[in-house]
């Protein structure tokens, strides 16, 4: 199996030139399925931190360069939306954020914010022994009791070090979100209303900005996130 991507196939999410060179590098299984973007692109394309596929393994064998708070050694294991990167020599720490047009972004956040990842509940399901298990959109399970409050579409916050849940968002009109794909990705606003549609169809979610503007789009695309989760970038 070819290491190799046609960089005119990449996905949108790529923050990669398309037409610059014929081929990039090929992303690992992994997190985030197909929209995941090997580190390599973010540690060469992105940061410039790294020339080669050479020199970035070097960097990573040095185990200064963490997702989600584990050291990584693999240039191709993917990155993708709301994963937290730390370079802990250099002190530079990233979440990983939509941007324009649904191109991944790196959101510079401080040591302490670099502690914890948001996650979307993509499924829910009761497993052996009367738990309850929760999907995450980046593939991660945890374990919650039954009686828990979490429910679809809603979105919580997990410690890097020991997996605990540290903060939990509703999916509920009024929440803040934002779109993580489709036209309106990187956008922010708050649910004004969640149209369900009856069938198999999608559901759409109207969501309306501070400057009066809003935008309509399928409940696939949006992510509750808090203020404060916004409030590194400024």
Same mark, same amino acid.
């Given at each position: 199996?070819?290491k190799?991507?046609?960089?005119?196939?990449?996905?949108?999410?790529?923050?990669?030139?398309?037409?610059? @060179?014929?081929?990039?590098?090929?992303?690992?299984?992994?997190?985030?399925?197909?929209?995941?973007?090997?580190?390599?692109?973010?540690?060469?394309d992105?940061?410039?931190? $790294?020339d080669?596929?050479?020199?970035?393994?070097?960097?990573?064998?040095?185990?200064?360069?963490?997702?989600?708070?584990?050291?990584?050694?693999?240039?191709?294991?993917?990155?993708?939306?709301?994963?937290?990167?730390?370079?802990?020599?250099?002190?530079?720490?990233?979440?990983?954020?939509?941007? @324009? #047009?649904?191109?991944?972004?790196?959101?510079?956040?401080?040591? @302490?914010?670099?502690?914890?990842?948001?996650?979307?509940?993509?499924?829910?399901q009761?497993?052996?022994?009367?738990?309850?298990?929760?999907?995450?959109?980046? #593939?991660?399970?945890?374990?919650?009791? @039954?009686?828990?409050?979490?429910?679809?579409?809603?979105?919580?916050?997990?410690?890097?070090?020991?997996?605990?849940i540290? $903060?939990?968002?509703?999916?509920?009109?009024?929440?803040?979100?934002?779109?993580?794909?489709?036209?309106?990705?990187?956008?922010?606003?708050?649910?004004?209303?969640?149209?369900?549609?009856?069938?198999?169809?999608?559901?759409?979610?109207?969501?309306?900005?501070?400057?009066?503007?809003?935008?309509?789009?399928?409940?696939?695309?949006?992510?509750?996130?808090?203020?404060?989760?916004?409030?590194?970038?400024?």
């Open positions: 199996m070819t190799h991507q046609k960089r005119l196939s990449v996905p949108k999410s790529w923050p990669v030139e398309r037409k610059t @060179e014929t081929f990039t590098v090929k992303a690992d299984a992994g997190p985030h399925g197909e929209a995941g973007v090997p580190l390599l692109i973010v540690l060469r992105v940061l410039e931190y $790294a080669s596929r050479k020199e970035a393994r070097y960097a990573l064998n040095q185990d200064n360069v963490l997702i989600n708070g584990k050291a990584v050694s693999d240039e191709e294991r993917p990155v993708g939306m709301f994963d937290i990167l730390a370079f802990t020599e250099r002190e530079e720490y990233y979440r990983v954020f939509p941007g @324009e #047009g649904g191109r991944l972004a790196l959101t510079p956040i401080d040591e @302490e914010s670099a502690g914890s990842k948001l996650g979307k509940i993509v499924n829910k009761h497993i052996p022994g009367g738990d309850v298990q929760l999907t995450l959109h980046d #593939g991660q399970t945890l374990t919650v009791d @039954e009686d828990s409050e979490y429910g679809g579409n809603d979105s919580i916050v997990v410690a890097n070090d020991d997996d605990e540290v $903060a939990h968002f509703p999916y509920q009109e009024g929440e803040l979100v934002t779109a993580v794909a489709g036209a309106h990705a990187g956008d922010i606003g708050r649910i004004e209303e969640i149209q369900i549609t009856p069938g198999s169809s999608e559901n759409n979610v109207i969501v309306e900005q501070d400057d009066g503007d809003g935008f309509e789009t399928v409940e696939e695309y949006v992510v509750v996130i808090d203020e404060n989760f916004t409030g590194d970038d400024e």
